[in-house]
């Protein structure tokens, strides 16, 4: 492909009434990564329906009200997708999702999670998130502070932007 693109990709912010945010954990041979769940946009399909189809493999959520877009990321790194297509990196667009807390239960087996590099899911606090020393990083790294936004003055009437190259 001479000219790489960006994938078009969605996130969705899965928050409960306590604020916590469930993130997943995405190990590369480069580093592990706490993101929001989400993923590639099929071709076709819209924004919600790919939302709506990501929580179900990544975390087993049917049926969730989503609400607004709370930002929009732009990440820049090489990425092979499952149809052998390259891409440059990928444009998400977060939406907020309010829910009950739940125990994650995947719709997508161990071995299809493995496959997306997902190890691991966690309802994170802020107060977590900005207490944790492990190593793993966040993503996008400063989310508590969008998180504290949005916590305490709601959702931004245009998403916030957030530029990252890698």
């Given at each position: 492909?001479?000219?790489?693109?960006?994938?078009?990709?969605?996130?969705?912010?899965?928050?409960?009434?306590?604020?916590?945010?469930?993130?997943?954990?995405?190990?590369?041979?480069?580093?592990?990564?706490?993101?929001?769940?989400?993923?590639?946009?099929?071709?076709?399909?819209?924004?919600?329906?790919a939302?709506?189809?990501?929580?179900?493999?990544?975390?087993?959520?049917?049926?969730?009200?989503?609400?607004?877009?709370?930002?929009?990321?732009?990440?820049?790194?090489?990425?092979?997708?499952?149809?052998?297509?390259?891409?440059?990196?990928?444009?998400?667009?977060?939406?907020?999702?309010?829910?009950?807390?739940?125990?994650?239960?995947?719709?997508?087996?161990?071995?299809?999670?493995?496959?997306?590099n997902?190890?691991?899911?966690?309802?994170?606090?802020?107060?977590?998130?900005?207490?944790?020393?492990?190593?793993?990083?966040?993503?996008?790294?400063?989310?508590?502070?969008?998180?504290?936004?949005?916590?305490?003055?709601?959702?931004?009437?245009?998403?916030?932007?957030?530029?990252?190259s890698?």
């Amino acid at each position: 492909m001479s000219s790489l693109r960006l994938r078009p990709a969605i996130r969705g912010l899965v928050m409960d009434a306590d604020h916590h945010v469930l993130m997943v954990r995405l190990v590369f041979p480069h580093g592990a990564f706490w993101v929001l769940p989400g993923g590639g946009i099929d071709e076709g399909e819209n924004h919600m329906d790919a939302l709506h189809r990501e929580l179900l493999e990544e975390t087993g959520l049917v049926g969730a009200t989503i609400g607004a877009p709370v930002w929009k990321r732009t990440h820049h790194f090489r990425l092979i997708d499952g149809d052998g297509v390259e891409w440059r990196g990928q444009t998400e667009t977060v939406y907020m999702v309010r829910t009950e807390r739940f125990t994650p239960a995947p719709s997508f087996t161990e071995e299809e999670l493995r496959a997306e590099n997902l190890h691991e899911h966690r309802w994170w606090s802020l107060a977590d998130m900005l207490a944790y020393e492990g190593d793993d990083n966040f993503t996008p790294r400063d989310i508590a502070s969008y998180l504290h936004i949005i916590v305490n003055d709601g959702i931004p009437d245009v998403p916030f932007e957030i530029e990252h190259s890698s």
